[in-house]
């Protein structure tokens, strides 16, 4: 139990488009949701956390005009990164959390989805 | 996060015990410290977490300091399997937020 699937896993935008990269958590419903950056060889920043229903709650430093939040339902949260351009490349990645049916509490990181901007 | 550091990288002998340091030194009282390990492309899976006390479970152990301003990961046998990047990661409490450090590679060698 407890998957958390990334769509696309690699994508390639040329600048000025926009990308959206799906999260969702696929056997249990996850009440929060987060968005990671990672440049290479570097570690993960936390961008953003997500709430079912509500705005999302960015880190200092991320614009919420560039990078598009939507948590619209309980498996499901997208980040949508606006009028990309090459310094936006990089491997996003989304851990969600939420409660098995167990009643066990779970956090689990999704594959990450590398962006590639021309 | 620049306030928990970790070395850039470790090698390891097959079959041999690995000991991954991290410095927290400025973590609160109540910050809960996980371990994640990353391959290349992959997101983070999940070794081992623990508040004060050291922890076992059947990938690693988990040595906390006292003062709770370090921790060590423990791999007891390190196999070629375990070549990643392993990250200590503080979280203040029933946030889930994770607050990465700086990430140790581990090269284990046949």
């Known amino acids: 139990g407890a998957v958390v699937s990334q769509h696309p896993s690699w994508v390639i935008c040329k600048s000025g488009t926009s990308v959206k990269i799906e999260c969702r958590s696929l056997?249990?419903?996850?009440?929060?949701m987060f968005w990671y950056r990672q440049f290479p060889k570097q570690s993960l920043m936390l961008m953003a956390t997500s709430n079912e229903g509500s705005k999302a709650t960015y880190e200092q430093g991320v614009e919420k005009d560039k990078f598009l939040i939507n948590h619209a339902s309980l498996t499901l949260s997208t980040l949508t990164v606006t009028s990309a351009h090459p310094e936006d490349s990089s491997f996003y990645i989304c851990s969600a959390t939420g409660r098995l049916t167990s009643g066990a509490n779970v956090l689990t990181f999704g594959a990450g989805s590398r962006l590639t901007v021309l | 996060d620049a306030k928990t550091t970790q070395p850039n990288s470790m090698e390891s002998n097959e079959e041999e015990p690995v000991h991954l340091p991290c410095n927290h030194s400025t973590i609160s009282g109540t910050d809960y410290i996980h371990w994640y390990r990353q391959l290349p492309s992959q997101g983070p899976e999940y070794v081992i977490h623990?508040?004060?006390s050291n922890v076992n479970n059947r990938m690693a152990s988990l040595a906390i300091a006292e003062d709770r301003k370090s921790s060590t990961l423990i791999l007891h046998r390190a196999t070629l399997r375990d070549a990643a990047v392993y990250y200590c990661i503080r979280e203040p409490p029933g946030t889930y937020k994770y607050i990465f450090g700086t990430g140790t590679r581990l090269k284990v060698l046949a």
């Open positions: 623990g508040l004060t």
């Open positions: 056997d249990f419903q996850a009440t929060t």
